[in-house]
Every structure is written in structure tokens, then in C-alpha cells.
């Protein structure tokens, strides 16, 4: 039971080019979160899925896009990449019978 | 609109000496209220939650927070810190209507021996 997974760990980029973060989920959970951290900022919510299926628009979405491929995945695309993206990219899970978030161990993206 | 205050952004703590790390909130209905911790380098890992009933709630760790309704706060304590405790935590808010939470910006515990 891995719980909610994320590749790559790293990654660095340059200015302009393209790459998709996959998050994965084996908890059966309905909801799933793409969330970035900044130092001084805590965890801002770029996009959220509620369901397979659907996806809406968090608090930073601009620059972003989203896939809900299916209940287990979402994934998270720079079309392309700003050095203001440089973040630590995390992908979340909720449990709503205990209303809790589960996290990812987290992807540390660096565009140059 | 939902928001979380985190007052301090770093605390210094010796072992052994207790902690309380602050948190505000602004929320328009009833809210569910967390506190999450991350070690260097690692995700979130839910220390505690509040939704409802006894104001003073029990987490892993050794951990306890209390619900203040009239101050708008969810303060986190430990009675005695341990090394281990040094992380980043973050006070969190959402609803029962609202899957979508809202985080503080984060404390920073250092423990020194």
C-alpha cells in the first residue's frame, strides 16, 4: 500500500520548456490536489478533482494544466515553464470519511 | 473567503521546555481545522484535526490543540519538545461542505539541546 506517489522527485527545466508531474493514489479516494509550496507562502492550491472526471481551479492555476485520467491519477503540466513556477509541487488525496488530506513525498522543481 | 494566520514564523525551543505554536483562522461557517507537520525534505503528515465537540483535542506525538471559537484560534502545544520535534508546521482550515483547505504560511521549530 503505497499511498499517494509522485514522479519525479526533481526536476530541473529551462525557461519554456514542457513537463507533466504524475501524482498516483492506490486508497480509492475520490478527491485529488495539486498544491505548491513556497517558502514563506505555506501550501497554495493550484488544482483540485472532487471526482474522476472533473477538475476546477484552485487559489494559483495560471500557468497550469490538469488531467484526471482516472480515479487513481492526476497529473500537472507546465506547457510552459516560468522561472516563478520553481516550487516544491505536492499532490494530495482527501479521505472523506475522516475529512483528512493525504500528501505526497513532494516534487522539487527548479526552471531556469 | 477562508484564510490562516501562523503569527510566528520561527520558534527556538529548548528540549525538554514546552511549545505552543499560534494559529488564527477566517472562516464563514463552522470550520474543520488541522495541524500538519513536515520534516525536512518529506511531505505533510496530520498531526490532529478538529470538527467538532471537546474543544481540546489529542494528536499523535504528544501533541494537543484547542478550538477557540470566540478568538478564532486552534493553538498547538506539547508539554516537553524532543529534537525530533524540529519541523515545519502548518495550521490548516476547511469545511464540511468544502474539501478544499486553506494553510498558514508555517512555523519553523528549531529545538537546541
Known amino acids: 500500500n503505497a499511498g499517494v506517489t509522485q514522479t519525479p522527485k526533481f526536476q530541473v527545466l529551462k525557461t519554456g520548456q514542457s513537463m507533466t508531474l504524475q501524482c498516483a493514489q492506490d486508497m480509492n479516494h475520490n478527491s485529488m490536489y495539486w498544491y505548491r509550496q513556497d517558502p514563506g507562502m505555506g501550501l497554495r492550491l493550484i488544482y483540485y478533482s472532487a471526482s474522476e472526471g472533473t477538475t476546477d481551479k484552485g487559489e494559483v492555476p495560471n500557468g497550469y494544466n490538469v488531467s484526471r485520467l482516472n480515479k487513481r491519477e492526476f497529473s500537472l503540466r507546465l506547457e510552459s515553464a516560468a522561472p516563478s513556477q520553481t516550487s516544491v509541487y505536492f499532490c494530495a488525496t482527501l479521505d472523506p470519511g475522516g475529512n483528512e488530506q493525504f500528501f505526497g513525498p513532494g516534487t522539487r522543481l527548479t526552471v531556469l | 473567503a477562508q484564510s490562516v494566520t501562523q503569527p510566528d514564523i520561527h520558534i527556538t525551543v529548548s528540549e525538554g521546555a514546552s511549545l505552543e505554536l499560534r494559529c488564527n483562522y477566517s472562516?464563514?461557517?463552522?470550520?474543520?481545522l488541522f495541524w500538519y507537520v513536515q520534516s525536512p525534505g518529506q511531505g505533510l503528515q496530520l498531526l490532529l484535526k478538529?470538527?467538532?465537540?471537546?474543544?481540546l483535542v489529542q494528536g499523535i506525538k504528544g501533541f494537543e490543540a484547542e478550538f477557540k471559537r470566540s478568538q478564532s484560534s486552534f493553538n498547538l502545544r506539547k508539554p516537553s519538545v524532543h529534537w525530533s520535534d524540529a519541523a515545519e508546521y502548518f495550521c490548516?482550515?476547511?469545511?464540511?461542505?468544502?474539501?478544499?483547505?486553506?494553510f498558514g504560511a508555517g512555523t519553523t521549530v528549531t529545538v537546541r539541546a
Open positions: 478538529y470538527f467538532s465537540g471537546d474543544t
Open positions: 472562516y464563514g461557517a463552522t470550520p474543520y
Open positions: 490548516a482550515v476547511g469545511g464540511s461542505n468544502d474539501y478544499k483547505l486553506s
